[in-house]
């Protein structure tokens, strides 16, 4: 199944005001919508927030961080982080702000350190400790109830090695030169194909007292 239907099983988004912090090029706010979401994308830096604008008019983005929402107090139904919470420096930092502007419930999809994909990346950016750290976070969390808990493969069609390239600093521009020094080692690893991630998808349910 893909996110969207994991997602859309464990909550009704139909006429939900939802936000997707960490959105990048809008996508997943494009698919929110597609099944009947009020749907809002953040993300952190300025150039992101223009190119998702300039690909999907239609739909509002804002610059923000998991850390700092530009969003009112209780101002949306459900927040999703799709596999973005690893990418916050400090990822229990998000929880209080979380619960500031959710009403009923969060859906955090993490990559776990494990699988294809995540060990084609590796020789650029080794994510083993920030996946581990932000998997930490959820489970130390005290701002919000434990609803289910979901393990699921996602496959990646990556075609080419250029097609990589694109897709890994697209994820993290900053991550440059990082591919060109591992380029020898990368080379050596691909193969044109599809790439297995692990995912944990945590729903997360604000508690009752909050809800009234």
């Not at 099944?35 to 923000?64: F, K, M, T």
């Not at 393990?151 to 900053?174: H, K, N």
């Amino acid at each position: 199944m893909s996110d969207l239907e994991l997602l859309a099983n464990a909550i009704d988004l139909r006429g939900k005001a939802v936000v997707d912090v960490g959105c990048g090029d809008g996508a997943f706010v494009r698919a929110l919508a597609a099944a009947g979401a009020h749907a809002i994308g953040i993300e952190i830096s300025e150039d992101a927030v223009a190119q998702a604008r300039a690909n999907d008019p239609g739909h509002r983005y804002e610059l923000g961080g998991a850390e700092r929402l530009p969003l009112e107090d209780a101002s949306v139904d459900v927040a999703t982080l799709m596999r973005s919470l690893h990418h916050v420096p400090d990822p229990a930092s998000a929880f209080p702000e979380l619960a500031r502007v959710v009403r009923e419930h969060v859906w955090i999809a993490e990559p776990l350190p494990e699988g294809a994909f995540f060990e084609l990346l590796r020789p650029v950016d080794d994510e083993t400790e920030v996946r581990a750290a932000a998997q930490r976070a959820i489970a130390e969390q005290q701002d919000f109830a434990r609803v289910e808990t979901v393990e699921y493969e996602i496959r990646i069609p990556v075609g080419s090695f250029e097609a990589l390239r694109e897709r890994l600093l697209a994820a993290d521009p900053t991550r440059a030169a990082r591919f060109t020094e591992a380029e020898p080692q990368l080379r050596a690893l691909f193969t044109p194909g599809e790439y297995v991630e692990r995912v944990r998808a945590e729903l997360l349910g604000v508690p009752s007292r909050r809800t009234l």
